[in-house]
């Protein structure tokens, strides 16, 4: 069963808007979550993390937003750019075990 | 920043034959490293554990027989595909993650390799 998973295979945004990327998992016990970017035949990039402990994580033009209650997680970027069109998923892991659990992975499109 | 490199970055083998990919942390040590298996327009899916000096931990449905997991340095970790048939074919990826650190972050990837039998 898919423990993380990414509703939207794919996304297509304008330049200078916001990308909004959401994630949603069913275990309860993760307490980190990531998100990776990566481009076709290349290995994944990390972007952005997030403890179980914190709503909220900003890092330039990225934020990830994790409300627990819902075990769901999105990826903000703003304002999106070119060059950020990529497949991004998100990551889960449980403490001590550093093995992640990948969601299905969301592309996304800047428009130029 | 740390880097990880994989060897081959692609390779084409006859079905039957054994095929080795080798995954390698060029500016860090890691105790531990990740392979993971993506299958087109899939997510990765975590293979197994390798942990340097000891026996690699598979996670549920993988064949521990099938993908030989070696980690025999702290900058090494060799995957070795036996027997391999047309539905082993995928794109393998390593992480490894760096010794010592209890972030996270440091954890880095590889390039992956992409494996054809034929």
């Known amino acids: 069963d898919q423990q993380v998973k990414q509703n939207s295979p794919s996304l297509s945004v304008q330049e200078g808007r916001i990308s909004i990327l959401n994630c949603d998992y069913t275990n309860s016990m993760f307490d980190y979550f990531l998100w990776y970017k990566k481009y076709p035949a290349e290995g994944p990039t990390f972007l952005i993390s997030?403890?179980?402990?914190?709503d909220k994580n900003e890092d330039g033009r990225f934020t990830v937003f994790l409300n627990k209650s819902a075990k769901h997680l999105s990826l903000h970027i703003v304002p999106s750019q070119p060059g950020d069109s990529a497949v991004y998923f998100c990551a889960a892991s449980f403490t001590g075990t550093y093995k992640y659990i990948f969601g299905t992975g969301t592309r996304l499109k800047v428009l130029a | 920043g740390a880097v990880v490199s994989q060897h081959p970055s692609w390779v084409i083998c006859k079905s039957g034959t054994s095929v080795k990919i080798e995954c390698r942390s060029l500016?860090?040590?890691?105790?531990?490293m990740f392979w993971y298996r993506q299958f087109p327009k899939q997510s990765l899916m975590l293979m197994a554990t390798s942990n340097e000096g000891s026996k690699a931990t598979y996670e549920q449905g993988v064949e521990k027989d099938k993908f030989l997991i070696n980690h025999a340095s702290l900058t090494l970790s060799t995957l070795t595909v036996t027997s391999a048939h047309p539905e082993d074919s995928s794109f393998y990826i390593c992480?490894?993650?760096?010794?010592?650190?209890?972030?996270?972050?440091?954890?880095?990837f590889g390039p992956g390799t992409r494996l054809t039998v034929l």
């Open positions: 992480s490894a993650r760096v010794t010592g650190t209890s972030s996270y972050n440091e954890q880095f």
């Open positions: 997030i403890s179980s402990i914190k």
């Open positions: 500016d860090f040590q890691a105790t531990t």
